[in-house]
């Protein structure tokens, strides 16, 4: 009773955020169009702003390299393993093992890790995002655009790594990170970075309302969307777990709030931007996809819940 108790005004303001959003959007109050301009002021500026400013104060060590290479081979190793499932289970869709795969993490991770664990604490998982982030424009979007008909090159990709906001944020906020913006006593610098501070500060409550508007499905085929996503989050529980004890505590000597932060970001759904990227002229695949991301949501909140209440 004690640690419901304790994790409670975490969770409330979480909960109902999301609640209002998914209100707004059966009472019509908010019409699409701004709820996605929400979404882009969120990924555009306000998330940016928020992951400029913890990666401006984070502690730096080489070892975090290992980190981020962790999570991208935890990508390619579910990669496989969809792959596998997809060939014993004898599952026709072609986005069947991709979604094993990548996460919404800035759209829904932060966020969560933010409200429940604190902002000052948002550099933790954004050090744990950075894996994901590579494996996505990587590797998953290139993917998703063959299966839509489109090539990109290598050098497409490059571009378009460093052109995302959140990327262009992080790199800065590490570069000054290393130029000791601390030490410029710059009153006009201040301003600036107080600035951007307060602009960081609406991510979470618009965030977590978009989530509640978009939460939506389509009453049919849902048994593939909930096998995927067993499969999914019972592997990438027991793989942030394993990651946590070997590669984290006894290799890296990682503070226990990564381990969190892994096991948050691997509970999440795939990337909401995945459902952008699915043929025009497969509709089943477009259920497939929306179902699955659209339960995920739900089944990580519930997940997330847990994890508060244990950690």
């Known amino acids: ?90 599952i026709e869709n072609p986005y069947f093992a991709l979604l094993f795969t990548g996460f919404a993490a800035g759209v829904m991770g932060i966020p969560l890790f933010s409200v429940a664990y604190g902002a000052k604490n948002v550099d933790f998982f954004g050090m744990v995002q950075l894996g994901q982030e590579f494996y996505v424009w990587f590797i998953l979007f290139p993917i998703l655009s063959n299966l839509k008909g489109f090539v990109n090159s290598l050098k497409d990709r490059v571009l ?60 049919e085929g849902f048994y593939l969307p909930l096998k995927t996503l067993g499969l999914r989050l019972t592997i990438f529980v027991c793989l942030a777990l394993v990651i946590d004890k070997f590669i984290f505590q006894k290799l890296l000597y990682l503070k226990d709030i990564f381990g969190i932060a892994l096991l948050v970001m691997f509970i999440l759904p795939p990337p909401f931007s995945m459902s952008l990227l699915v043929r025009k002229d497969d509709k089943k695949s477009q259920i497939y996809v929306d179902n699955t991301i659209s339960l995920g949501i739900i089944i990580s909140l519930l997940s997330f819940i847990v994890i508060v209440f244990v950690y």
């Open 160 to 219: 378009s790594f460093l052109e995302s906001p959140i990327i262009i944020s992080i790199l800065l906020g590490l570069v000054l990170n290393l130029l000791g913006y601390n030490e410029f006593n710059n009153n006009f610098l201040i301003g600036i970075l107080n600035t951007i501070d307060l602009v960081g500060q609406v991510t979470l409550p618009l965030i977590l309302i978009t989530i509640g508007y978009k939460i939506k499905f389509k009453f």
């Open 1 to 90: 009773m004690d640690s419901i108790i304790r994790v409670l005004p975490n969770i409330i303001p979480i909960l109902c955020l999301i609640i209002l959003g998914y209100i707004l959007n059966k009472l019509k109050f908010t019409s699409a169009d701004t709820i996605n301009e929400f979404k882009n002021f969120v990924l555009n500026v306000s998330l940016p702003a928020l992951l400029f400013q913890s990666f401006l104060e984070i502690n730096l060590e080489i070892k975090y390299i290992f980190i981020i290479l962790t999570v991208f081979l935890a990508n390619l190793l579910m990669l496989g393993i969809g792959k596998f499932f997809k060939k014993v289970l004898k």
